[in-house]
């Protein structure tokens, strides 16, 4: 797991939710990787992959970091300015459901125009009416946080598979989280997705993509 370089001594909560990340994210990073990190926040996560990857990027639409990043990218939450197919991996961890919902392809499309193999997704997906609620009151304090009135979207784990595939990846893997594996006294539902970045073809001749391979934790 990689080593945190960060400039405060993180809380157990939160030194505990970073690890957990990473836990899923740096399994599919090499050390000769180059990694962009959309939406990296605070970006504990981002300088936890570049102990892994040392050309490791931050981007995000306000600079909120308190950990070193080799280089950070300040955007407009939906055009990146970098080549195609810079990155060999691109992560959106708990960054889709703040992008409202007629944005999200647009998002995506960007982060796949960028990403030459694997697209990593963590993400909160609501499998009842209390985590829907719970997810509404969360995108609801973010909003507040930010200073913001846009809208925002939770997608159930299936839905997410479904946004996937018809932007043009193959979901390799997606894999349902325990509630607690992250702060208890958050037990949302969330899920882990690994995407391949399928080549540009038409829709009419792309060919099916493999089914899933589908993993449980337990509640």
């Not at 089914?211 to 337990?218: E, I, L, S």
């Amino acid at each position: 797991m990689g080593e945190l370089v960060v400039v405060e001594k993180l809380s157990r909560a939160v030194q505990h939710d970073v690890n957990h990340s990473l836990s899923l994210l740096l399994p599919h990073v090499a050390s000769t990787d180059s990694v962009l990190d959309i939406g990296c926040g605070e970006a504990y996560v981002t300088a936890g992959l570049a102990r892994r990857a040392r050309d490791t990027w931050g981007a995000d639409i306000v600079d909120l970091r308190r950990a070193h990043v080799p280089t950070f990218l300040p955007y407009d939450g939906l055009t990146l300015d970098v080549p195609d197919n810079r990155f060999d991996v691109v992560v959106l961890s708990f960054v889709l459901h703040h992008v409202p919902n007629d944005l999200k392809p647009k998002l995506v499309g960007e982060a796949r125009r960028v990403c030459r193999r694997t697209l990593l997704v963590i993400e909160d997906t609501p499998r009842n009416a209390f985590d829907r609620w719970t997810s509404n009151r969360h995108g609801e304090s973010y909003r507040k946080k930010i200073n913001s009135t846009a809208s925002f979207g939770f997608y159930s784990q299936s839905e997410w598979e479904q946004f996937f595939t018809r932007e043009h990846f193959e979901v390799l893997e997606s894999r349902r989280l325990s509630r607690l594996c992250r702060d208890p006294f958050q037990p949302y539902a969330r899920s882990f997705f690994v995407l391949r970045r399928l080549a540009e073809v038409h829709d009419h001749v792309r060919a099916a993509p493999q089914p899933a391979k589908q993993w449980v934790q337990g509640d």
